[in-house]
């Protein structure tokens, strides 16, 4: 079939899609648009157009509360010259034709931006073409607004659905036309608008579907007992006792685990059943015998104890300036701190689950599944189950919450497992303690950091060593050092005006999966490097949000790559998104008088600051505490301010600045994962304290600053800040420096130590 039949024929059935590639018959003028900058913009990616003027917009990432589906469509919509109340979303399932879906680094605006623009305009354009072609008269004197045709000269008007059929046999317009008709920033209708979400009202009425609403016909349930450690093996299993338990079915054995771990499922035993609980029963009932296998001499004191070990020598240099030994030999002051920040949890509102069903040959297998990265789930699916990649369907519900944890398909290969096995579709469920004690955790670091003053108090001299099982240790078995992709997080882009300074890492090897969490490295770095920058103010005797800006310097653009760090820029061109002093500095300033500092306070109170930059955004927090004679912490109040560029939806940007701050927030106070002979001891709320309500702030206070520049990430910048400002708050108002999270653990009761000040050096 002709390219142009096969489209009028989509176009005859009720939706207007564009072909998925240009055919031979496609005008040589107007090539295809698959190699914009982001992506393809083929304008049939992302935009159909039904005959009754519905506009059906593909989202190709996945949807957990960040509002990636308004986002998206407020972005096409501005373009396509769209009715907003005419907007329909379709959740794209999991295919190479998208380009990179993977939902994380905070880069489904950065990365698409550009290329979703481009797809709207184009399809505007082919819109007012197939007016002008009906109307006989030229398309320069027709205009689209709010899903209509206009030919101003004569009042004529069309709505998108009639011009649907037509506009598929337009061909598609080539990238300078399409990037000339972009709709000019001070025209824009949605872009920066705070839109209405298009899906809370769903949430609110109990329409939309997460991971565990799925269902399909015949299907069955199932839960799965997994190794304590890391690479251990089942000895011995009875399922005797499971199988006397009204509706459970069978018992599946999964594969055993070989190094490396990657997203390959943990092994273990599956009970299957006809509902949750008998499964939950059923898993109860087994007997089991493990073998631990090498991971099972992982205690974490003595694991933090390695770590304090190695970063109190030299580590490998991964960035440097100037001379620091020298400068710190000849420093009038020289202050040395020790950080630690242990294993964290992602802890999902909804844990893991996934459905699955094998064709009837059983040569293809169907998945829904509330994952991240849907493409990575059809790879790893694909390679434990023995199939092409084509043979494998990933279709994206809503997440009930990712922060990474759903990046990682393991549980959507096990569902794909266990269906095989029992020769039904089957959903696998993941329970919070299955979630607490089998995930992936975010690293442990520990990091020790030296600076040097001269005789006025001046900086002159900053050493930050590093040390922390990798990422990488999943994908290479025995990987210990560092990547770089790790320490441009928030370590070898430390934008300090400091005229000597070193960045060094040391090695460590890995004892649980280690995978990324929200804001990922900049979590443990920032913490370190904005609570060493006010232990300096503390010092040279001067205010830190004052010698915050002046270790900041003035305006300038940095770069790593001079200094003998290998540093990305987050994926993105430095010359779009340069390093930038004085943004950040911006927010500081912003966020300082946001919070009226330097007010007289309360006895007992504090203020604390920290600014970093990640993700090419700039965040600074201001936290305020309250400490009262028996070491009881409130917060009265935080101010934060994000700079992230252009922002799609102001209202959306601001929640994410709210809720990055309270997630990191909470990872401060009490965020907290240990292991005992390699398996972890945290297995459900009691044990795995977060943040309460009458915990939050009782005030908080965002602003998103109105900027020109390229959009910044937005869903993990506002965290890394929140630790170091409330560590510097508390230090404010106690004197007592805080250099190890979690702030409160089991010992301590939910209250500081508050009995004079604390001033460790090398102890940390």
Known sequence: MQRRAFLAGLAAGGSFVLGLTLGADADAASPSLTKVRGGDATPSLFIGITAAGTIELTCHRSEMGQQIWNAIAQILAEELAADWDRIEIIQAEGHPRYGDQNTDGSRSVRNNFHRLRVAGAAMRLMLIRAAAKQWKVGAKGCRAELGEVIHDASGRRLGYGELAAGAAEQPIPSLKQSEAALVPRDQWRYIGAPVPSLTVPKIVRGQGTFGVDVRVPGMLYAVVARPPQVLGRLRSCDDAASKQIPGVVASVELPVLEPPVRFKPLGGVAIVARDTWAAIRGRAALELEWEPGENADYNSKA?????????????????????????????????????????????????????????ESGDAVECWAAVQSPQSARSAVAASCGLPEDKVTIHVTWLG????????????????????????????????????????????????????????????????????????????????????????????????????????????????????????????????????????????????????????????????????????????????????????????????????????????????????????????????????????????????????????????????????????????????????????????????????????????????????????????????????????????????????????????????????????????
Not at 344 to 355: D, G, I, K, Q
Not at 540 to 556: F, H, N, S, T, V
Not at 616 to 633: C, H, K, N, P
């Open 303 to 359: 694991y933090a104890e390695l770590l304090f070990e190695q970063v109190r020598e030299p580590g490998e240099v991964r960035r440097k300036r100037g001379d620091v030994d020298a400068a710190l030999a000849g420093a009038a002051t020289r202050i040395t701190a020790e950080y630690y920040v242990p294993h964290l949890a992602h802890s999902v509102m909804e844990p893991p689950a996934a459905t699955a069903r094998w064709s």
């Open 401 to 764: 919450g990712g922060f990474g944890r759903k990046a990682k398909p393991d549980f959507v290969v096990e569902a794909a497992l266990v269906a095989r096995a029992v020769g039904a579709p089957v959903k696998l469920m993941w329970t919070r303690e299955d979630e607490l004690q089998h995930g992936y955790y975010h690293t442990v670091s520990a990091q020790r950091l030296e600076g040097g003053l001269d005789q006025q108090g001046r900086c002159v001299a900053f050493l930050h060593r590093t040390v922390f099982p990798p990422i990488g240790s999943t994908f290479t078995a025995g990987a210990s050092k560092p990547a770089w992709g790790e320490l441009r997080l928030g370590a070898s882009d430390t934008p300090f005006d400091v005229p000597n300074l070193q960045l060094e890492s040391g090695e460590v090897p890995a004892k649980v999966r280690i995978g990324w969490l929200r804001s990922v490295a900049n979590i443990y770095h920032a913490f370190a490097v904005q609570s060493f920058a006010a232990e300096l103010a503390a010092a040279a005797g001067r205010d830190q949000k004052d010698y915050l800006l002046e270790l900041i310097g003035p305006p300038r653009t940095i770069d790593p790559n001079t200094e003998g760090a290998e540093y990305d820029n987050y994926g993105s061109p430095m010359s779009d998104y340069p390093i930038d002093a004085g943004r950040l500095a911006h927010v500081v300033e912003l966020a300082a008088d946001m919070a009226g500092w330097g007010r007289t306070l309360p006895a007992g109170h504090g203020l604390g600051i920290a600014a970093h930059r990640s993700f090419v955004s700039y965040v600074a927090t201001v936290i305020e505490v309250a400490v009262d004679d028996q070491g009881t912490l409130a917060i009265p109040g935080v101010w934060s301010v994000m700079d992230a560029g252009t922002v799609v939806n102001v209202n959306h940007a601001a929640s994410q600045l709210e809720g990055g701050t309270l997630f990191g927030l909470s990872n401060a106070l009490y965020g907290e994962i240990t292991a005992k002979d390699g398996a972890i001891e945290q297995d459900n709320f009691p044990r795995w304290r977060v943040m309460r309500m009458p915990e939050a702030p009782r005030h908080m206070e965002v602003k998103i600053v109105a900027s020109n520049a390229p959009p910044g990430g937005v869903g993990e910048p506002p965290t890394p800040p929140a630790a170091p400002a409330l560590a510097n708050a508390i230090f404010a108002a106690t004197g007592q420096r805080i250099r190890r999270l979690p702030v409160f653990d089991t010992s301590r009761r939910d209250r500081l130590a508050v009995a004079g000040s604390r001033h460790e050096g090398d102890e940390g």
